[in-house]
């Protein structure tokens, strides 16, 4: 209905097998927690994409602001991330790799979001950015870093490295396939690829303010394992 389908037959290959992932994470996940994954991505990515348009930080290709496809694009991409994350979180338990610094759940984010600052200043976009990009930003980054202290840091790192791979990944086949463009760079802003790690994190808090909790949406959580360990 956009006039998406015939733009980028790579884009288009590589979003079947989103959605394919998406499939396979849902059938993993309690119906709550997919249902909330999936309305709470719709509704701020929606407010997320209204806003940057607006500012001219992003041009969709035929469109003046964020269309259906896009909405429900993110939303299936944020299945896809988080049902991938709790793999990597899986993995990532069993090598013990943040055992030592159990206690620093907000890191991972807290320095994504660092990297993003840095990032979205250097090339340029802080000049562009007006106060509503600068206080969506602000705000989704710091309900991140609060809701994430609620999370193992071992699910913390892998939404951080699977939202920042696959995240990046999309954008950089949308633009490639000229669905999108960005106002100041020829190419992918590095600060967009890690966009898609505050985005999860504040799917992640939006989520959470409603009752659920995404990074417990499969079973088998770090916590869960010690508190049978502690209380069998």
């Not at 389908?5 to 994470?25: R, Y």
């Amino acid at each position: 209905m956009d006039g998406y389908l015939t733009k980028s037959f790579l884009f288009d290959l590589n979003l079947l097998f989103a959605i394919a992932v998406s499939i396979l994470a849902a059938v993993r996940m309690k119906t709550k927690n997919l249902l909330a994954l999936i309305i709470s991505s719709a509704a701020l990515m929606f407010v997320v994409e209204r806003i940057l348009t607006s500012a001219g930080i992003v041009d969709y290709s035929g469109s003046p602001g964020p269309t259906l496809f896009v909405v429900s694009g993110w939303a299936l991409v944020m299945v896809a991330i988080f049902g991938i994350s709790d793999l990597f979180r899986l993995w990532f338990e069993r090598l013990q790799l943040f055992d030592r610094i159990e206690r620093w759940r907000p890191l991972p984010f807290a320095a994504a979001v660092a990297v993003f600052a840095v990032f979205f200043y250097l090339e340029g976009y802080f000049q562009l950015a007006g106060r509503d990009v600068l206080g969506l930003y602000a705000a989704m980054a710091l309900l991140g870093i609060i809701f994430s202290g609620r999370s193992s840091i071992e699910w913390n790192a892998a939404l951080v490295a699977v939202s920042v791979g696959l995240g990046g990944y999309m954008e950089l086949l949308g633009y490639a396939g000229g669905l999108w463009s960005y106002d100041m760079t020829e190419g992918l802003p590095i600060f967009m690829t890690i966009a898609t790690t505050i985005n999860a994190g504040a799917v992640l808090a939006v989520a959470s303010i409603a009752g659920v909790d995404l990074s417990r949406s499969t079973p088998g959580s770090a916590e869960e394992r010690r508190r049978r360990r502690v209380h069998p």
